[in-house]
C-alpha cells in the first residue's frame, strides 16, 4: 500500500475560522511532510517530522500550527489565515528521511480557500 | 539560494520523445528527483539519479551530470495521458527536497 490519505479534499474558511487538515498514511514511513502547492507553481516545503518530531520548520507563520500525534498521523491546524494562503496543501510520506534521497509519496491534496 | 530551472512548457505528438531539462543551483546536492502531476492531482514519482547518467525506467529515463549541475527527463512512445506538469526536485539536505519550476507537457494527437 503507498497510499497517502488527507481529509479534506475541499475546504472553504473564514479568516476568524479554525480548522485543520489531516493526513494519513499506513507504509511505515517516519518521515513526513507538509508542502503548499499554489497553482502552476512548484510545491513549497513548509513543515518536516521526523520519528514525530518536527525537525524542518521553513519560517512558516504562526498561523499554521502542524502536529505529529504518532506515526502514521499529521495534522496541520490553521487560524486566522489570509486569503493568500488559499492554496493547494500537499501532504507526503518517506521511508527514514535521510539526506533528502528517500521517494516521497504524495496524499491527493486539500483545496483550501479563506474568504 | 537554490534555484532549478525548467523550460516552462514542451509540445509534442502521441508517439514521439521529448526530453525536459532541468538545471540547478544548490548549496549541497544528493540526487534530483522527476515527479509528475496531472491537473488536480498529486505528484507522483518517476524517477531518481544519485550518480552520473542514466536511468531507464519503462518510456522514461532520467539523466544527471553533476558536473555540468544538469539532468534531463527523456519520455518515449508519447501518449495522451503523459500530459501531465513535470517536476525535477533535488535532494538538498537532511530531509529537504527543493522543487525545479515545473515544465508543462503536452502532448496533441
Known amino acids: 500500500d503507498t497510499e497517502v490519505t488527507q481529509t479534506p479534499k475541499h475546504l472553504v474558511m473564514g479568516m476568524t475560522n479554525k480548522k485543520s487538515l489531516k493526513c494519513e498514511q499506513h507504509?511505515?514511513?517516519?518521515?513526513m511532510y507538509w508542502y503548499k502547492q499554489k497553482a502552476k507553481k512548484p510545491p513549497e516545503l513548509m513543515f518536516v517530522?521526523?520519528?514525530?518530531?518536527?525537525?524542518i520548520n521553513e519560517s512558516v507563520p504562526s498561523r499554521f500550527s502542524p502536529e505529529c500525534p504518532n506515526s502514521s498521523l499529521l495534522n496541520l491546524h490553521l487560524h486566522a489565515l489570509q486569503p493568500e494562503d488559499s492554496a493547494l496543501y500537499l501532504c507526503?510520506?518517506?521511508?527514514?528521511?535521510?539526506?533528502?534521497?528517500?521517494?516521497?509519496?504524495f496524499g491527493p491534496g486539500t483545496r483550501l480557500t479563506v474568504l | 539560494g537554490q534555484s532549478l530551472e525548467q523550460p516552462s512548457e514542451v509540445t509534442a505528438v502521441e508517439g514521439a520523445i521529448v526530453q525536459i531539462n532541468c538545471t540547478y543551483q544548490?548549496?549541497?546536492?544528493?540526487?534530483l528527483s522527476w515527479y509528475q502531476q496531472h491537473d488536480g492531482g498529486a505528484p507522483t514519482f518517476l524517477s531518481y539519479?544519485?550518480?552520473?547518467g542514466l536511468e531507464e525506467t519503462g518510456r522514461f529515463s532520467s539523466f544527471l551530470s553533476r558536473s555540468d549541475s544538469y539532468g534531463y527527463l527523456l519520455l518515449q512512445e508519447l501518449q495522451m495521458k503523459d500530459s501531465a506538469s513535470y517536476f525535477c526536485?533535488?535532494?538538498?539536505?537532511?530531509?529537504?527536497?527543493?522543487f525545479g519550476t515545473g515544465t508543462r507537457l503536452l502532448v496533441s494527437p
Open positions: 507526503a510520506s518517506s521511508q527514514d528521511a535521510q539526506g533528502g534521497t528517500d521517494t516521497q509519496y
Open positions: 507504509m511505515g514511513h517516519r518521515a
Open positions: 517530522y521526523s520519528y514525530e518530531k518536527l525537525s
Open positions: 544548490t548549496s549541497g546536492f544528493y540526487g
Open positions: 539519479n544519485a550518480l552520473d
Open positions: 526536485a533535488a535532494g538538498t539536505g537532511f530531509q529537504k527536497l527543493v
